[in-house]
């Protein structure tokens, strides 16, 4: 196994002693300008690299964030979103030349756990949290332990925080970025609904994530403004996976007056329902109309191309590290809302028969 180049190394290359080195590598006076521009040489000639867990123990930066996700391990495999983010998030990181420390865990109680751990060992400068939950123990946590936090997807308008509207129980001590998820729905109803359908069932993922609640809560709020029997447009939850989304979809479409319209929050439950309906002989979009929440690859090639709400995940991901980097840097907590996604119709919604 190579052996990493030491501070000693650096030394006996450039013909200076340790204290030098530590002088010119550190920024600290004591050398020359040209003494420090050698070493420095000499430091990248070796491929010599600061020890991070050192200089966290100095009270120095890690230089690393974390992110944990509280998720089923299955569900990401298949699921864009994510990979998505994480490429966001990673584009503006490694340009800072900041590293990603990814974990994945059971539950809320082993992420708060990892929080408190990374924070003891100085393992990471500040955190990204994602999948706000509603009364979430995170946001607290987090401000208590004094560690840098973003919240990625909180609800950030107004009545937001302590005893708001459910975005996730996040104080104004962290910042977040979010999108409207409430805006989106009512988007998707009123597609929906203006193509004739009265029969709508939402495909949801996790209960207890606080942008579950903000769709089932807009989807409710709309069809009762459009004027639409609650019985006859509701929410079911899922685990986000293929799965789920198949046997939901299963389970739905079996009931005596079943809905004509579905919308699924992820690209991988909408193809498994597709794919579902196309098995029972119910033709898309003839007799069932299709939306999906986040367009994907998948939405564009699967058979009919599925209408789906699109927006920058990457750009998502690229705005929250770019704020833990504002935070980092001692700015103030601040919520800044992403672009809002946007509906396109494909050939998956349309009128619903007359006789349905």
Not at 9 to 27: H, M, P
Not at 66 to 76: D, M
Not at 208 to 230: F, K, W
Request: include cysteine; glycine fraction near 10%.
């Amino acid at each position: 196994m190579a052996r990493r180049p030491t501070i000693k190394d650096i030394a006996r290359r450039a013909g200076v002693s340790e204290s030098a080195v530590s002088f010119a590598l550190n920024g600290r006076p004591g050398v020359s300008e040209q003494t420090r521009a050698r070493i420095r040489r000499v430091a990248e000639e070796l491929g010599w690299q600061p020890n991070s867990a050192a200089r966290a123990l100095s009270g120095e930066r890690s230089g690393a964030v974390g992110l944990v996700l509280a998720r089923p391990a299955h569900t990401l495999g298949v699921e864009s979103f994510f990979l998505q983010l994480v490429s966001g998030i990673q584009e503006v990181l490694s340009a800072e030349r900041i590293a990603l420390l990814f974990q994945v865990v059971e539950d809320i109680e082993a992420e708060c756990a990892v929080h408190r751990r990374w924070w003891a060992e100085r393992r990471v400068d500040g955190v990204l949290v994602v999948d706000p939950r509603t009364n979430d123990p995170r946001p607290e946590l987090l401000a208590g332990l004094g560690l840098p936090a973003v919240l990625i997807g909180g609800y950030g308008g107004e009545g937001d925080g302590e005893g708001g509207d459910g975005g996730g129980g996040e104080g104004p001590s962290v910042s977040r970025v979010w999108a409207d998820d409430t805006r989106a729905m009512t988007e998707v109803l009123d597609h929906l609904h203006g193509l004739g359908h009265r029969r709508i069932v939402h495909i949801a993922g996790l209960p207890g994530l606080a942008h579950t609640a903000r769709r089932v809560a807009a989807l409710r709020a709309e069809a009762e403004r459009l004027g639409l029997p609650a019985g006859q447009v509701r929410s079911v939850s899922t685990d986000y996976s293929d799965t789920e989304g198949a046997a939901a979809t299963r389970r739905v479409l079996a009931e005596p007056e079943p809905p004509t319209a579905l919308v699924y929050d992820n690209d991988v439950m909408a193809v498994a329902g597709s794919a579902v309906a196309a098995e029972l002989g119910i033709p898309v979009p003839g007799r069932l109309s299709i939306v999906a929440w986040d367009d994907s690859a998948l939405c564009r090639v699967t058979h009919p191309r599925l209408t789906a709400l699109v927006r920058d995940t990457a750009g998502f991901g690229r705005l929250a590290a770019e704020e833990l980097l504002a935070v980092l840097a001692g700015g103030p907590p601040r919520a800044r809302e992403s672009e809002l996604p946007r509906l396109e119709p494909r050939e998956s919604t349309s009128p619903p028969p007359a006789a349905y």
